[in-house]
């Protein structure tokens, strides 16, 4: 609700872009902008999961600003591994540390790994 809605003081919100009232506007959502990879901070760990599976986890990668599931999917090809998202966090079955570790290395990424 507007705060002057009703009143004749009240004039609805237009599309910065073309000039339309919201409701009528067509363009295109605005493409989110993307985060240079050298600014941000990718953090891997190893957990166990059900019967003792072994699962890499990549977190600190925000969803804004990257697009996750075009990464899952390279990730899964260069570690030749299954993988998931789940929010923000990236898993890659098995013990895929290092590969991962140099893989976002070699993407621009700053790697912290945890528990060596």
């Known amino acids: 609700m ?4 009703g009143t004749p003081f009240d004039r609805p919100p237009r599309c910065e872009r073309c ?11 605005p493409e989110p902008e993307r985060l240079a990879p050298s ?8 957990e166990k999961r059900k019967k003792g ?8 990668l925000p969803a804004i600003g990257n697009d996750l599931p075009a ?7 260069h ?7 789940s929010g923000e966090e990236l ?7 290092d590969r991962v570790e140099a893989f976002l290395k ?11």
């Open 53 to 60: 599976k072994l699962v890499t986890v990549i977190r600190g």
């Open 91 to 97: 898993e890659i079955q098995g013990d895929q540390l």
């Open 71 to 77: 990464l899952l999917t390279q990730l899964k090809n």
């Open 106 to 116: 070699g993407q621009g990424f700053r790697v912290k790994v945890s528990g060596r």
């Open 19 to 29: 000039d339309q009232l919201e409701e009528e506007c067509v363009c295109p959502p």
């Open 39 to 46: 600014g941000q901070t990718a953090k891997l760990s190893k």
């Open 79 to 85: 570690c030749g591994a299954g993988g998931s998202l």
């Open 2 to 5: 507007r705060l002057f809605e």
